[in-house]
């Protein structure tokens, strides 16, 4: 058994024995927190492929997640009724992308079924996402650090202002999501074992395709690309289309996450995309070890799930920024790292060996 | 449009302009002297409008703006001592991280100290209705004062630079910092100064826009990316054509409300910052010879 069947499953025992101590203890509305936690964790597993492998920052990914987010809830929620007679509904229609459900007063809503809305808020975020990688990405440092900035409260300002988007209040009865018969992703109590299960599935099924792909051709390339991406371009690996494909996959998790989120909330409002939520994403990155799956799926289910139990009380930004500079200034490579005891060493070391120079 | 709608634009767009190039001087200051661009330099502006505001309910107008400019230039050198100069050749995903953490600090400080609320320092001469008539168009006399102590505060920044001992110190070390070292300047002291120098012009360009734009715990982020849009349309570093820039964006900004809702008024300058920054990186008053040369 390798290693990485062993991590899979030692991280399968955490998430059942907290869903065995929460049943145990009676406090099965952990849960409700933790399932939200796994689809953040989505989002920061595939941002720290682009931050902490390919070494490309991007402070907008909360962009990412509204687009697909808002995708989603608008597609299930808007009435299409009014158009019902016009040529592309009725073709839609007879793809089977619309179904009718009873809204709360009894009406009918014609909406877009759960999975053709997730098909389209997908496909259109890997749309945005090559577009706007694709320039973004020629640049770097400050350049790309501003850029992604900039995507991201662009996407803040269009879901704030825009009023068939619910402005300031975002969209709410967002129904649920049955992905198969059975499962629901959705916020009813009596599914909350199972969405529980459903979010960190994902996560695991996820974790173990980033897995893979770190340890091949590509992930070995975007290491090379973070090291040094002259020399990576000199021994003739195509720098510029992994960085974009990366970008891709990391904006299609972040994408993921917001419409399975949105879902899950039943809603989703302009806060999701603002860019403290970005920060905070690399925040969590930063501190999991940049280039380390496993130290960003810790510190993201423990920093979330104290986030939204409201442990950090008024405090809550505050931490994150306080964690973004700490890391900086004293653990730049990242915090949860294998070798921090050779680190330390070295530290001291060096700083023995500057004494000694001066 | 009739033309008394046209200057009023103008006027509006010359307002907000000003307040970009002075964010846009304080970026240029940083980096000019370190190569950092620093994320919390809209936090500076923010600063020093809520200080002057508070400041105001104890003492005379100028006195409070004085001394808000005194006690964020303060926090500006604090910020460099306390983060920034004792790092060993930081690399610039660092830094970035770093002033961006700054920024989300010196936000939430404002948050518990001053709440949600948006504030603003009293009109400096008159009231919101007064106006002065500038050829037949009605200014109001802020804006005459904010764009009159803007130029002032630039005028003095470059006498400054370029003829004091100490500017010309600072410009020493953004030139050639290892030459201007073996020169005997303490470069490190000069990147302290650079922190408290931006910090004093945010913190003044803050405190004369406020009785028109406002200022809240939040406002940083937003002036920052438009300051940092503005300086790199200028070019990076170029403290003049940095006035010049904000003028263009902020007229920008100001005639965009003619064919997009107001709520998507940041949503127009973002965007132009994404296509310099695809097409022409140095600005377009910068040289893409020398640019190439840097490491952005």
Redesign the interface.
């Known amino acids: 058994m390798t290693s990485r069947s062993l991590s899979v499953l030692a991280f399968a025992g955490v998430i059942v024995t907290i869903q065995l101590v929460t049943k145990a203890t009676g406090s099965e509305y952990h849960l409700t927190q933790l399932t939200m936690t796994a689809y953040y964790s989505l989002l920061t597993i595939g941002l720290c492929m682009l931050v902490g492998y390919a070494g490309q920052i991007s402070i907008g990914h909360a962009g990412f997640f509204a687009i697909g987010g808002y995708v989603a809830a608008y597609l299930t929620t808007h009435d299409f009724s009014a158009q019902s007679g016009s040529v592309p509904l009725s073709l839609l229609s007879a793809l089977g992308v619309l179904v009718k459900r009873p809204d709360l007063y009894g009406g009918d809503l014609l909406t877009f079924h759960p999975w053709a809305a997730f098909v389209t808020a997908l496909a259109l975020t890997i749309i945005v996402a090559y577009l706007v990688g694709g320039p973004v990405l020629k640049l770097k440092g400050h350049y790309l650090a501003m850029a992604t900035l900039g995507f991201g409260i662009i996407v803040y300002r269009i879901v704030l202002g825009t009023t068939a988007l619910g402005a300031a209040d975002g969209i709410t009865n967002v129904p649920g999501f049955a992905v198969v018969p059975g499962i629901e992703v959705s916020g009813k109590t009596s599914l909350r074992v199972v969405n529980y299960y459903t979010a960190w599935g994902i996560v695991a099924v996820s974790m173990v395709l980033l897995m893979n792909l770190q340890h091949s051709r590509v992930g070995r390339a975007l290491a090379s690309i973070h090291g040094a991406e002259d020399a990576a371009d000199a021994m003739g690996i195509p720098t510029a289309s992994y960085k974009l494909k990366i970008f891709v996959l990391s904006a299609v998790f972040a994408s993921v996450a917001g419409i399975l989120l949105t879902h899950y909330n039943a809603g989703i409002g302009p806060s999701e995309a603002s860019v403290m939520k970005s920060v905070r994403y690399v925040a969590i990155v930063a501190i999991g070890g940049m280039a380390n799956l496993w130290g960003v799926l810790c510190m993201s289910l423990l920093l979330n799930y104290l986030s939204l139990r409201g442990y950090l009380g008024s405090f809550d930004d505050a931490v994150f920024g306080a964690i973004l500079i700490l890391i900086m200034l004293f653990a730049p490579e990242g915090f949860l790292r294998r070798q921090i005891i050779g680190d330390i060493k070295g530290f001291l070391s060096r700083r023995s060996g500057e004494r000694e120079a001066s | 449009m009739s033309i008394d709608l046209f200057f009023q634009y103008i006027v509006a767009g010359i307002t907000y302009g000003t307040i970009y190039a002075v964010v846009a001087i304080g970026f240029n200051i940083i980096y000019n002297a370190t190569g950092i ?1 620093n ?1 919390a330099q809209g936090e500076f502006v923010m600063l020093g409008g809520m200080t002057a505001v508070t400041l105001y309910q104890f003492l005379p107008l100028p006195a409070a703006i004085l001394a808000a400019v005194l006690i964020t230039m303060a926090i500006g050198g604090l910020i460099e001592v306390l ?1 920034i100069r004792w ?1 060993h050749r ?5 830094m ?3 002033t ?6 010196l ?3 404002a ?2 100290i001053w709440g949600e609320g948006v504030r603003a320092l009293p009109y400096f001469t008159g009231t919101a209705t007064t106006a002065v008539s500038l050829g037949g168009v009605f200014v109001s006399p802020q804006v005459i004062w904010a764009v009159g102590v803007s130029a002032v505060a630039v005028l003095l920044l470059n006498v400054f630079f370029s003829y004091t001992l100490l500017g010309r110190q600072m410009r020493a070390c953004s030139a050639n910092r290892d030459a201007a070292r073996l020169c005997g300047i303490h470069a490190r002291n000069m990147v302290t100064l650079s922190f408290m120098l931006s910090a004093a012009i945010g913190a003044l360009g803050g405190c004369v826009v406020s009785p028109i734009t406002y200022v809240q715990y939040d406002s940083g ?2 002036l920052a ?1 438009k300051g ?1 849009t503005v300086a ?1 349309l200028g070019g990076l570093g170029n403290s003049l054509a940095a006035i010049a820039a904000g003028m263009i964006l902020g007229m920008l900004e100001s005639f965009s409300i003619w064919v997009l ?1 107001a ?2 008024k ?2 127009i300058s ?2 132009i ?2 296509f310099i ?2 097409v022409r ?1 140095s600005g377009i008053f910068g040289s893409a010879e020398t640019s190439r040369l840097k ?2």
């Open positions: 661009i994320f983060f790092l930081p690399s610039v995903l660092r970035i991280i770093i961006i953490g700054i920024s989300i600090l936000r939430e400080v948050l518990h982020t937003p990316i940092f790199i809702p709520a998507y940041d949503v973002i965007a910052l994404l920054l695809f990186p490491e952005f």
